[in-house]
């Protein structure tokens, strides 16, 4: 698919190079189309949202509501299962505490992988520490995958919540999660998908995977920074206090005490932000196009031909993946790799990806990932493996 002309950003230099883009897994670049969503709130209805009867804020409150029915659209929910947060990391606090602190006891189990990104396994941490429950890690496999029969055995009836990545930011595989929901549903047990890595390039139906929460960020997915999306199936929102109070989610308050409005509203205090939540909207029409449109299959060829660079160490081969690759090369550290290659117009991410407890698991301190999106071509995995080739000259 050709977009690169949809991106302005791609058309400056990098470091006085053509830059070639590689690190959407930890942020994507935005289209021209939002952008301009995004100024055109700026520019033409920039009134404040729920709380004004003047015209824009009138405009600005119908954008905003229009923007959380696309976004349900998009995952097949419901208007009021979409909560505005402000980014994934809060959609995964947001439940942790709010869920937690009333569900959770001495004891109790929550089940995480040892693939979690710590924004999936420091908010369990915190709750732990105040209701006394526990968290059990599954391990992964050599090749980067989840094995289901130890997850079976891990089901045990002290399990209060499983929370899963989707798709992991460092293996890129993309784990059977229908599959995990159910055996977890036998046993009313609840699940918290996290999506952040998954929602960027498959298409999510809440409803089929029937998961109890789901989170993702709009920056992964061409969207603006500083708004993200919590899922949550509406029996359970009504059920839980507001995670953070304030204005806008109230029905009444006194002197002495306050009550709150319905879901989705009362997980929304505050004025909320506006003008990234209704450009995340394009976003999603965005990438909808994209999902449906793209046939590069890039992830199999940058696997295939980043195999064949020499003394090469991928970090997970499982088949069904995104177009992650997590990568050490013997006798360079990532870091000095990722100076080398931004030299060359190249971005990659370089470090622990926010999964420190997975590092440990493979016994490593860091590693180099590149990550691609719709706008990267077979072009940009060749150019990637030529400038690592000649890395592995000089700096080696
Ligand atoms: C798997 C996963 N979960 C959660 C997050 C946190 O996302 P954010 O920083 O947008 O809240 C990330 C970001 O890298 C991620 O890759």
Not at 54 to 65: D, P, R, S, V
Not at 194 to 208: E, F, G, M
Not at 241 to 258: A, K, L
Request: a negative charge.
């Amino acid at each position: 698919m050709d977009i690169k002309k949809d991106f302005p950003i791609l058309s400056q230099k990098n470091r006085d190079k053509s830059l070639v883009y590689l690190d959407s897994a930890a942020t994507s670049l935005t289209p021209k189309v939002v952008v301009d969503s995004e100024m055109k709130y700026y520019n033409e209805y920039g009134g404040s949202v729920h709380r004004s009867v003047y015209e824009l804020g009138e405009k600005a409150t119908n954008a905003y509501e229009k923007s959380r029915k696309n976004l349900a659209n998009f995952i097949g929910a419901e208007s009021s299962e979409i909560i505005f947060t402000k980014s994934a990391t809060e959609s995964i606090n947001l439940v942790a505490e709010s869920w937690g602190k009333d569900n959770l006891k001495k004891d109790d189990i929550i089940l995480l992988t040892d693939m979690e990104h710590h924004s999936n396994i420091i908010p369990w941490q915190m709750i732990c520490k105040r209701t006394g429950s526990k968290i059990n890690y599954l391990k992964s496999k050599e090749d980067g995958t989840l094995d289901l029969n130890d997850y079976k055995k891990a089901l045990n009836n002290k399990v209060k919540i499983v929370s899963i990545t989707h798709a992991s930011n460092v293996f890129g595989t993309i784990n059977p999660v229908e599959e995990m929901i159910d055996l977890a549903n036998n046993k009313e047990i609840k699940v918290l998908v996290d999506a952040c890595q998954s929602a960027p390039h498959i298409k999510i139906d809440v409803k089929k995977m029937n998961c109890d929460f789901l989170a993702f960020s709009g920056h992964k997915m061409f969207g603006p920074t500083g708004v993200g999306v919590l899922y949550g199936k509406s029996d359970l929102l009504e059920e839980m206090d507001p995670y953070q109070t304030g204005g806008g989610i109230i029905e009444t308050v006194t002197m002495e005490e306050s009550t709150w409005t319905h879901s989705p509203y009362k997980f929304e205090p505050g004025s909320p932000m506006a003008a990234q939540a209704i450009a995340l909207s394009d976003a999603a029409d965005y990438l909808d196009n994209c999902l449906a449109n793209d046939t590069s299959n890039i992830e199999e060829y940058s696997k295939e031909k980043m195999s064949s660079i020499n003394g090469i160490n991928i970090y997970g081969n499982a088949k069904h993946r995104t177009p992650i690759i997590s990568f050490n090369i013997e006798g360079i550290h990532s870091l000095d790799l990722a100076h080398f290659l931004d030299y060359e117009g190249i971005t990659i991410r370089s470090g622990h990806h926010c999964c420190q407890p997975l590092m440990n698991a493979l016994n490593i301190s860091s590693c180099a990932r590149a990550s691609f999106y719709f706008y990267n071509s077979k072009k940009d995995v060749d150019f990637l493996v030529d400038k690592i080739n000649k890395a592995i000259k000089i700096l080696k």
